[in-house]
């Protein structure tokens, strides 16, 4: 039994290939004087309000922010919320 009428089709397979979900980019930072939980939660939030950022993870003892984001992160953009937020981007680890 079909459910298309002559000359139609009503197969959802193409609309399912339509919305096919990019895996997020993950990529390490050092970051340079962080030393408590404070920065830690200072460093996240700063890095975690730019644009197309999905997750932010932040290893104080390490010095390492590792950022998850849709796309491959604006570095100018990251190393200028770091500094905002009084630590200092010392490029990728």
Known sequence: MSCST???CCSTTAAATDT????????V???????CGH????VGKAVSA?????AVRVD????????SAEAEPDE???RA???????????RA
């Open 50 to 54: 730019l644009p197309g950022v999905t």
């Open 81 to 91: 919320a770091i500094d905002d937020a009084g630590y200092e981007l010392t490029g």
């Open 29 to 35: 930072y050092a970051v340079a004087g962080m030393t």
């Open 6 to 8: 002559e000359g139609t």
């Open 60 to 67: 104080v003892p390490a010095g390492r922010v590792t950022v």
């Open 76 to 78: 100018e953009a990251l």
């Open 39 to 42: 920065c830690e939660q200072a």
């Open 20 to 27: 096919v979900e990019k895996a997020p980019v993950t990529t």
